[in-house]
């Protein structure tokens, strides 16, 4: 049976075509530039590496500490669509501003600001999933935000490519160049926000009380309290935090590690295209696998694929080998990813989802702070970028074992 969103549903999913757009240049374009920035006053490759991976983990540990907090704040009746609306503009002004940086140091400043508003708002985001829809249809409706959420990302991002490969012809400056790409996706990301902003309801929520702030420290602290007795949650925060730290990492250096390596930009760009392209037939088909096989099971199997990706790209050393990770990677992203959320969402109570989903932000987005300096730290020690991409192996294995305890303690309870 052929699947129908709702009118929700829709506009909810069409959030995750803007600030994909996003994503898609921090993951491309936006390291490229920066070495062009930082080669231009003589950094060396390998510094150029570390100082992008240090911002990333940087970024990603303040989306750590503050996620809870803003998410338990924004449970309360009527606080989640205000906040969400001030995430999403802190995010699309700083990509405004990316434009207007010249110098490698402030550009990283202004770069960790836009990239904590689009994480933060992620955060919001990812809880409303229990508002758009149902339980029985999560996985699907997930699957779908990642889906278009890629293939949609492509249309302004290839506007952006054409503009930036293409400013000596157009008779313009890299500068200049890079300051109309991030006008267009800051522009995407606005755009695409306003259907959701205008229809989303809070339909589950704490009731508001005196001192809202102060009690959401206390809110926080019980839920982590309680962790010690729900222990399926409990694992599969801890499962989530090693496997997706992997993913992430992937994601936030692939483009780094490439250049590193001495490859192609124009190559890199156009590969990482493919990832979109070829993710979203995947995404879609991970949702109506979830109709057919347990989440937990095609989980598994990401997992296990991300481990033999990682592996790969260790002996990477051709641009036919990007390739060929930009295919497997776009494989089973939008999966791990879509079914991650949706299944942490049947499990938590509906009316605490930002709080929770929160909690799970220190499990992913935060979990990126160790991949990422891991990465970071191993190849400025060694000089080798190849071994530092490596060393997150570890961090698949693990993430597999967590989770399948996870699974047992669900059918336990």
């Not at 990509?95 to 940086?101: F, S, T």
């Not at 809880?127 to 149902?134: A, I, P, Y």
């Not at 730290?245 to 992937?250: A, H, L």
């Not at 996870?406 to 336990?412: D, I, L, S, W």
Request: hydrophobic share 50%.
């Amino acid at each position: 049976m052929k699947f129908k969103m709702t009118s929700l549903e829709k506009h909810w999913v069409l959030y995750d075509v803007g600030n994909s757009a996003f994503t898609l240049l921090v993951a491309t374009i936006l390291p490229i530039y920066f070495n062009y920035l930082t080669s231009s006053v003589g950094i060396s490759e390998s510094d150029y590496t570390a100082y992008w991976g240090y911002a990333v983990s940087i970024t990603t540990l303040l989306v750590a500490i503050s996620g809870p907090i803003f998410g338990t704040l924004a449970d309360y009746k009527g606080f989640k669509k205000p906040i969400f609306t001030a995430s999403i503009l802190l995010g699309v002004v700083g990509c405004v501003a990316l434009g207007l940086a010249t110098q490698w140091l402030m550009f990283l400043v202004i770069f960790v600001i836009a990239r904590f508003g689009y994480a933060i708002s992620l955060v919001f985001y990812d809880s409303m999933l229990t508002d758009v829809t149902t339980e029985e249809r999560m996985d699907v409706v997930s699957s779908q935000g990642y889906a278009w959420g890629y293939i949609g990302s492509c249309i302004p991002f290839i506007i952006c490519l054409v503009i930036v490969l293409n400013y000596s012809a157009m008779g313009i400056s890299m500068n200049v160049a890079m300051a109309i790409a991030f006008l267009i996706i800051a522009a995407w990301w606005a755009v695409t926000s306003l259907p959701l902003l205008k229809s989303y309801r809070q339909t589950y929520y704490v009731e508001r009380q005196p001192h809202a702030i102060r009690n959401t420290f206390g809110r926080l602290w019980e839920s982590l309290k309680g962790l010690k007795q729900d222990r399926q949650v409990l694992f599969f925060l801890l499962a989530f935090f090693f496997y997706i730290d992997g993913v992430y990492t992937i994601i936030d250096m692939a483009t780094t590690y490439g250049t590193a390596l001495g490859l192609n930009t124009t190559g890199l760009l156009l590969a990482l295209l493919v990832t979109q392209i070829v993710a979203f037939p995947c995404s879609i088909l991970f949702g109506r696998l979830s109709q057919r096989f347990p989440g937990d099971r095609l989980i598994t199997v990401c997992i296990v694929a991300y481990t033999g990706i990682v592996i790969f790209a260790m002996f990477m050393s051709s641009q036919l080998h990007f390739w060929i990770l930009a295919v497997c990677v776009g494989m089973f992203q939008g999966g791990i990813q879509a079914l991650s959320r949706s299944y942490f969402a049947k499990i938590v109570p509906n009316e605490k989802s930002g709080e929770y989903f929160g909690l799970m932000d220190i499990c992913g987005k935060g979990a990126a702070f160790m991949g990422t300096m891991v990465v970071s730290v191993v190849t400025q020690v060694t000089d080798n970028a190849s071994l530092g991409v490596g060393s997150i192996v570890v961090l698949f294995i693990i993430g597999i074992v967590l989770f399948r305890k996870t699974v047992a303690k669900g059918k336990k309870s």
